[in-house]
């Protein structure tokens, strides 16, 4: 079936500038988180929705960061007023419920590049 | 608060001997650990969980991990190593199963299985 998708895959832009960042999780996935990866850094958590409400967003660098998911299924991470140190790799990942719970299935991320 | 620690950047190993990539971690409640993995170019993919139950857990890819208590550790092991087992491991922990728990990754090991 098919996995997680995420666009863009590439996203290049100037600094000071807003980019959108969608994820589409696996169909009935409950769960939908998203993390941030650095150079040669594991995963770091950024915000985590359960259906359509976000249960824990304590790793939202600060205000700049948003995200949404208003019908429950697909995600969308908003930033604004880029700053080169935003540069990395985003990425998504969904969980189902059950005796399934917590199993992540990751989303091959979108690398954002602020110039 | 959770942590993870992956001691070992590097881990080589010839092909057909047994490999083990080193995990422990610190929670102040129940720990759920995870094993993930990450090749070249692709998502991470989920290989294994300690929710409960048996110390020992067998996941994809003829994986297994042995979770023990004491010494708060989840090492990652096979018997035979393959070398399209090459990749960069991750081990992730979470804090028990309480609403608003978010995941912490480690730093990630990178395998590499000679021929």
């Known amino acids: 079936g098919a996995g997680v998708s995420q666009t863009p895959s590439n996203k290049v832009t100037e600094k000071g500038k807003y980019v959108e960042l969608r994820c589409d999780p696996i169909s009935g996935h409950t769960a939908l988180y998203w993390y941030r990866q650095s150079l040669g850094q594991g995963p770091e958590f950024l915000i985590y929705?359960?259906?359509?409400?976000?249960?824990?967003d304590s790793g939202l660098p600060n205000d700049r960061f948003f995200a949404v998911r208003p019908e429950g299924s697909v995600s969308t991470l908003k930033i604004q007023r880029t700053e080169r140190g935003d540069s990395a790799v985003y990425l998504c990942a969904s969980s189902p419920g059950g005796n399934r719970a917590y199993e992540q299935y990751f989303g091959p991320g979108t690398r954002l590049t602020v110039t | 608060a959770q942590s993870v620690a992956q001691p070992e950047d590097q881990v080589n190993v010839a092909e057909g001997n047994p490999l083990t990539v080193k995990c422990t971690y610190s929670v102040s409640g129940n720990p759920y650990l995870f094993w993930y993995v990450q090749y070249p170019n692709r998502g991470l993919q989920f290989l294994l969980k300690y929710i409960t139950g048996d110390n020992l857990v067998k996941g994809s890819y003829g994986f297994e991990a042995e979770f023990n208590k004491s010494q708060t550790s989840f090492h990652l092991k096979k018997p035979s190593a393959l070398v399209s087992d090459s990749a960069l491991y991750f081990c992730a922990v979470r804090d028990g199963p309480s609403y608003g728990q978010n995941f912490v990754f480690g730093p990630g090991t990178r395998l590499s299985v000679l021929p």
């Open positions: 929705f359960q259906g359509t409400g976000a249960a824990d």
